[in-house]
């Protein structure tokens, strides 16, 4: 199957300085794909780059098997995006928004009503379809941008930071219609974001970018792997373990790496295969085991961790 | 070219400009203006200035010898036979406020183009808008219809309105359907559209190098500059804007047109508007 985006040395400058630098990666089709960088990383650069907006200086990046660069009309098509600004014309009302964008996506005149309603009523603003968006709350104008987003049943989409500025119960609901977008439709959803909460919760695959550098990729646990080098499972025994029984475990051949804190042991493995090994080890030399955590890692520790070895 | 999304644009933007006041407002009080007020001062109040000053119609003979003599054959073959009332009404509104209605297209249609392509960018509605499959040329075709429609329009129904204004106020004087002079209709048919494109077209390339509707619409005002160098050469009698001339002159702004079409064609792509540094 092709990768519904795959980007190869894909580099962006400006006046000389990278904006996009050598990033290389795919995406696979109905994946959630989250972008996390910082402000400045190059992430909504790299939105325009994947729609055609924007000339690459070097590299290449094609979706749906087409090149951005030459085939942008095309690739818009399949595409929507909700811009990081929602970009809403205030003085038209909401209606005549929609109106508008759809005929731009070439949405059929007699479906476009119809379809209009629909996400109106989805994201509860059916009661304000005749106001205009200048009134609205920031809250309800992501919504009307989402609504936008999705007039013409879009394969793709892009999400430029999308709950930035909005109180927690608004984030979260549109977090919520996020995870129902991918979950219903199958659709393939590339998220620009700086909150790791946010990412961790919606999306399956994972890059991390700053000053246009892609530092990591992969799953959550595949990154963890990467960056710590083996597991960490923390043991908790009762009653703590003894000196012998603590150079007991230093000497078993899956352990790498030994910590003690009290009760609680924590022992490096190469992977989690190895952690029934571990334990039938301490066991053997006499440690009554409580607990057993191999542990994780939140995207936060990853996050920090991969800036960290960057600077 | 896709002609739905074209008018779908022009449409928008002639709604989002219906909606600012500052953008249309110079639109109906210009118009206003030089279609009523200014008529009515020289046919109403010009008259009547000269009834109460007995010298000034001798006065205003001796100066016509010495004009016929300097002006160019075919204006003085126009004037032929008038009276001074008629002189001074064929010269001031038949003559020195043509160029009026060359500048009221130009501005119209430069201060709508402004406010459609800087105005989203101002307003950061233009992301959106690139985002949409919509090819460079259609969008830039629907803001230019945008502009020239409403241009033409303006342009059109003052001359209308000013036709009437002066066959009405002015047939105590000149006692006949005098209005328009065989100049107006080659100016308002060929050399008006052609006005507006280029106040359009200079509007939509200053914008592209300016972030804000101020700084373009103030810009587009050195526009008004040849209008006005147009019109001090034909009062001074340096030069008759007859027929032949607003010919030719409109070739020239039509050429001109071309040029600078090509140019911001080339300007108004995606690429260049999000290569360029905000
Ligand atoms: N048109 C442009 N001209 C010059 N520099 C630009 C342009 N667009 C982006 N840049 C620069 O490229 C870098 C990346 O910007 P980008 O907007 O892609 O970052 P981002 O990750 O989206 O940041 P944020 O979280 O603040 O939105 C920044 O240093 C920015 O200043
Ligand atoms: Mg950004």
């Known amino acids: 199957m092709t990768p519904t985006i795959q980007v190869d040395s894909l580099t962006r400058t400006f006046k000389g300085r990278p904006a996009v630098d050598q990033v290389s990666f795919r995406v696979e089709p109905g994946e959630v794909f989250g972008l996390l960088g910082p402000n400045g990383a190059g992430k909504t650069t790299l939105v325009r780059l994947l729609n055609g907006l924007l000339e690459p200086t070097g590299g290449t990046a094609t979706v749906f098997g087409m090149d951005a660069a030459t085939q942008g009309e095309a690739i818009r098509k399949r595409t929507g995006v909700l811009t990081e600004t929602p970009s809403l014309y205030e003085r038209l009302p909401a209606i005549e928004n929609l109106r508008f964008f759809g005929t731009m996506y070439g949405v059929p005149a007699n479906e476009l009503g119809p379809r209009i309603n629909q996400l109106l009523t989805f994201f509860e603003l059916d009661a304000r379809g005749h106001d205009r968006p200048g009134g609205f709350s920031k809250g309800m104008k992501q919504r009307l941008a989402l609504a936008r987003a999705l007039l013409h049943n879009p394969e793709l989409l892009f999400f430029d930071e999308p709950t930035s500025g909005l109180d927690p119960e608004a984030a979260r609901s549109v977090d919520d219609l996020i995870a129902r977008l991918s979950r219903e439709s199958g659709r393939t959803i590339m998220l620009c974001t700086h909150n790791l909460e946010e990412a961790q919760r919606l999306c399956s695959r994972i890059g991390v970018i700053n000053r246009g550098k892609l530092l990591a990729f992969g799953t959550p646990a595949e990154l963890a792997r990467d960056l710590w080098q083996g597991t960490w499972v923390d043991v908790t025994l009762n009653p703590a373990p003894t000196t012998e029984l603590i150079q007991a475990v230093k000497g078993l051949s899956v352990a790498l790496n030994t910590q003690v804190a009290g009760e609680h042991l924590a022992v490096q493995v190469e992977s989690p295969k190895n952690i029934p090994a571990l334990i039938a080890g301490i066991v053997n030399a006499g440690g009554q085991i409580m607990k057993v955590l191999p542990r994780e890692y939140s995207l936060e520790e990853i996050y920090f961790k991969v800036q960290e070895g960057e600077s | ?278």
């Open chain 2, 1 to 278: 070219m896709n002609w739905r999304i074209i008018r779908a644009i022009a449409w928008k933007d002639l709604q989002e400009v219906r909606q600012n006041r500052m953008a249309w407002s110079p639109m109906l009080i210009l118009p206003i203006i030089f279609c009523i007020i200014i008529p009515g001062i020289v046919l109403v109040g010009g008259p009547s200035l000269m009834a109460s000053d007995p010298n000034a119609g001798t006065d205003m003979m001796d100066d016509m010898q010495m004009l016929m003599g300097i002006l160019p054959p075919d204006l003085a073959a126009q004037i032929q036979g008038m009276n001074g009332a008629q002189v001074v009404a064929y010269f001031v509104l038949a003559l020195m406020f043509a160029p009026m209605f060359l500048i009221m297209p130009l501005m119209t249609s430069s201060v709508i183009g402004a406010e459609s392509f800087v105005g989203e960018k101002e307003r950061k509605t233009i992301e959106a808008l690139l985002y949409t499959p919509a090819s460079d040329r259609d969008l830039f075709f629907g803001k230019l219809l945008a502009a020239v429609v409403p241009a033409l329009l303006v342009a059109w129904g003052s001359f209308l309105l000013y036709t009437l204004v002066l066959n009405t106020l002015g047939w105590p004087i000149m006692g006949r359907i005098w209005f328009p002079t065989p100049a107006w209709l080659p100016m308002m048919l060929w050399l008006a559209p052609a006005f507006a494109l280029l106040g359009l077209l200079a509007s939509i390339l200053i914008s592209s190098r300016v972030n804000s509707f101020m700084e373009a619409y103030q810009l587009t005002g050195i526009l008004v500059i040849p209008v006005v160098l147009l019109m001090v050469g034909q009062v001074s009698g340096l030069l008759y804007v007859g027929p032949s001339l607003i010919f030719g002159l409109g070739l020239v702004v039509w050429l001109v047109n071309l040029g600078l079409l090509a140019l911001a064609l080339r300007v108004f792509s995606r690429k260049a508007l999000f290569g360029a540094s905000p």
